[in-house]
């Protein structure tokens, strides 16, 4: 198994303070054996306790573990197409005790060695 490192930048567009409690993900890569198909290459839960001013971005760095087995899919991308697309999707949770949000987020992109 390994780890990778997704960094994502996190905006509290609004005025007061906005207090994280963690993030979910799902991280997917084109598969070529599937047409039009994706295959999860990890997902999870990362707990991130933070604090973000109003009308301010802070930058989170989250360890996404994943299993060798699942970057079949990856390796046949960059084998026949010399690049992997990708996308990331999932969800800022938010609030304090009592209160809680799930704010969605998504991005897709093209990993190129």
Do not use: H
Not at 26 to 47: H, M, N, Q, T, Y
Not at 48 to 53: N, V, Y
Not at 74 to 97: C, D, M, N, T
């Amino acid at each position: 198994s390994g780890t990778a490192e997704v960094v994502l930048d996190v905006t509290n567009e609004g005025s007061r303070e906005m207090e994280i409690r963690g993030f979910l993900y799902e991280i997917e890569v084109k598969d070529p054996r599937e047409d039009g198909g994706w295959a999860s290459l990890a997902e999870g839960f990362f707990p991130q306790e933070l604090s973000i001013p109003g009308s301010d971005t802070r930058r989170v760095a989250v360890p996404v573990p994943f299993q060798y087995a699942a970057l079949g899919a990856a390796v046949r991308s960059f084998l026949s197409e010399g690049e992997v697309p990708y996308r990331l999707k999932g969800e800022v949770w938010i609030g304090g005790a009592g209160l809680g949000l799930q704010i969605p987020f998504r991005d897709q992109g093209v990993l190129k060695p």
